[in-house]
């Protein structure tokens, strides 16, 4: 009850009306770099407070809008054009390649999209999980799972889940 008044006094409002229009500026800086001029981890705590009203408040989505547009989402689209290429790739592999008469040519396209697919796509996940697992083993971020300690990205359902794929593209 008492963040949405905190955010509120972030929104200062001109009472001067210009064309029908009026000023607003939005005090957004410690909400996006901390004090040591990282990131900072305000979105990722409303984001675990779980609060509808929270989320929605004009503050809170200037700033997520703000991280979206100008950060995450050049990113996220070249993972994701990414993962489509090297998709197309082994679709074209597995599936035209595989059933096409087996000529030399033919041959030597099917191995090198499959040492495509397996260098660059199975080396990226492993590095990546090689990084995660080092990261959380330096900074001691183990979690007790039975007897054994684990890795705590891999409580996440995504790190679970993408360690399970390399390890089957290792397998096969």
């Known amino acids: 009850a008492l963040m949405p008044v905190l955010l509120d006094g972030l929104i200062w ?7 029908g229009q009026r000023r607003v500026n939005y005090y957004l800086r410690h909400l996006l770099v901390d004090s040591h001029g990282n990131f900072a981890k305000a979105t990722e705590w409303i984001t675990d407070n779980a609060d509808p009203k929270l989320v929605i408040h004009p503050v809170i989505c200037m700033v997520t809008d703000m991280v979206w547009s100008r950060v995450a989402f050049r ?17 074209i592999a597995q599936s035209i390649l595989g059933h096409a008469t087996s000529t030399p040519e033919v041959r030597i396209a099917m191995l090198s999209s499959r040492l495509f697919i397996y260098v660059c796509s199975m080396g990226q996940m492993m590095f990546s999980h090689t990084r995660n697992i080092l990261r959380d083993c330096r ?8 007897r054994c300690k684990i890795p705590e990205y891999l409580c996440q359902w995504q790190g679970f889940a993408g360690l399970l794929l390399t390890l089957f593209l290792v397998i096969m």
């Open 75 to 91: 990113t996220f689209l070249y993972g994701k054009a990414w993962f489509v290429f090297t998709l197309f790739v082994f679709i």
């Open 13 to 19: 409002r001109s009472r001067i009306t210009e064309n």
């Open 139 to 146: 900074r001691g971020n183990l979690i007790k799972f039975g």
